[in-house]
């Protein structure tokens, strides 16, 4: 079993940066780790994937540029460092570990989530 424990959302003016945490208890070892995002009145949307070893980096295009996605296996966890942020980007930011990277692109699909954090941006 693998849990997912996010952090660093928060209210930020348009045009800055955030970079946020998911920090995994369990055994994620191969595993695919991502983040998700749903802002209020859609539905949850890709944004990031990273391998297991970090070498193969997945973007949605909405972030494409502006935002990287890391990971650090001692600390278990992955990171999302997000800039020139657009009030666009006001969702709830949800982490995501799964063996397989097509299940990022069929969110319903996918192992294991966390409970999200809040990214608000003000213009």
């Known amino acids: 079993q693998v849990q997912l424990v996010e952090s660093g959302g928060g209210l930020v003016q348009a045009g800055g940066s955030l970079r946020l945490s998911c920090a995994a208890s369990?055994?994620?070892?191969?595993?695919?780790m991502g983040w998700f995002r749903q802002a209020p009145g859609k539905e949850r949307e890709f944004v990031a994937a990273?391998?297991?070893?970090?070498?193969?980096?997945y973007y949605a295009d909405s972030v494409k540029g502006r935002s990287t996605i890391s990971r650090d296996n001692a600390k278990n966890t992955v990171y999302l460092q997000m800039s020139s942020l657009k009030p666009e980007d006001t969702a709830v930011y949800y982490c995501a570990a799964d063996q397989r990277i097509e299940d990022f692109f069929h969110a319903d699909g996918l192992q294991y989530w966390g409970k999200g954090t809040l990214v608000t941006v003000s213009s």
């Open positions: 990273i391998s297991w070893g970090g070498v193969n980096t």
């Open positions: 369990g055994r994620t070892f191969g595993y695919f």
